[in-house]
């Protein structure tokens, strides 16, 4: 019975914490601004050390930008492209979700109906904070020291 008590309240906690998290279209573009230049920003560290490391001459550190930034455009037109597939996916994959709704919703009596709802939303919500616990593992942490090569 604690479990539970505790379990219900960890999640009443976890969803008010995610309401919190309401981002708006400004903060999404000044996000991608910043991991813009952050990746810039690496790119640039790279190829010093590849300079440094390699002995490159200045007309070799040009055409290995060069190569890196033709690269980078073919990598983004791949992505542009296959944007659209993906949108035609994710619409079929919609219609069909909300079809199997409809069908659950003729066979279900509305206590079932709304129980099976609660519970595709609970199965929604384990998913994500599972995939949300997956990121953050993936990140290094920040020591605040910095990294010996």
């Given at each position: 019975m604690k479990?539970?008590v ?5 999640i009443?906690?976890?969803?008010f ?6 981002t ?20 640039q560290?790279r ?7 390699l ?5 070799q ?16 037109a791949?992505f542009?492209?296959n ?7 994710m619409?079929?994959?919609q219609?069909?979700r909300?079809?199997m709704?409809t069908?659950?919703?003729?066979i279900?009596?509305p206590d079932q109906?709304d129980?099976w ?6 199965k ?5 904070m ?6 953050m593992?993936?990140k ?7 990294e010996v090569?």
């Amino acid at each position: 019975m604690k479990k539970l008590v505790l379990a219900i309240a960890f999640i009443g906690m976890g969803s008010f914490a995610m309401a919190q998290q309401t981002t708006t279209p400004q903060d999404r573009q000044a996000r991608a601004v910043e991991m813009k230049q952050r990746m810039e920003q690496k790119q640039q560290e790279r190829l010093d050390q590849m300079q440094k490391d390699l002995n490159l001459n200045p007309s070799q550190v040009a055409q290995i930008k060069t190569l890196q930034d033709k690269r980078k455009a073919e990598m983004k037109a791949e992505f542009d492209k296959n944007k659209v597939d993906r949108q035609a996916k994710m619409q079929e994959m919609q219609a069909k979700r909300a079809q199997m709704d409809t069908d659950m919703k003729k066979i279900l009596t509305p206590d079932q109906y709304d129980k099976w709802q609660a519970d595709r939303k609970a199965k929604a919500e384990k998913m994500k904070m599972a995939m949300k616990e997956r990121r953050m593992m993936k990140k290094p942490m920040n020591t605040g020291t910095a990294e010996v090569k």
